[in-house]
């Protein structure tokens, strides 16, 4: 969650110190926020799987064959893949 902590902090700054006074490019960092908005959005509502524990044992091939272990990292990928570009990847279940 601190990901996603940290996007909305990002953009409470993009649009206190760049978009409030205005100026030339304040179209791009208003979508900019936006953007960034939304991707926090996506991530609180689907929090991302910790499979950070895994990775020892995969590096020492103790999962080799795993197919559930599989699975559980294509679900988690495709989930991260989803919350930064969810027009590339349908949402997950």
Known sequence: MSDA??????VEATLRD??????????YHTLLAANALAMARRELRH??????????????G????????????LAAARL???IADPGT?????
């Open 18 to 27: 760049r978009i409030a006074p205005g100026g030339s490019d304040a179209r």
């Open 62 to 73: 103790a999962h080799d064959g795993d197919a559930a272990l599989h699975a559980r990292l």
């Open 5 to 10: 902590l940290d996007l909305i902090a990002e």
């Open 80 to 82: 991260r893949a989803w």
């Open 47 to 60: 929090p991302p799987q910790d499979v950070t524990a895994d990775v020892a044992a995969i590096r020492a």
């Open 89 to 93: 990847i349908e949402e997950p279940a």
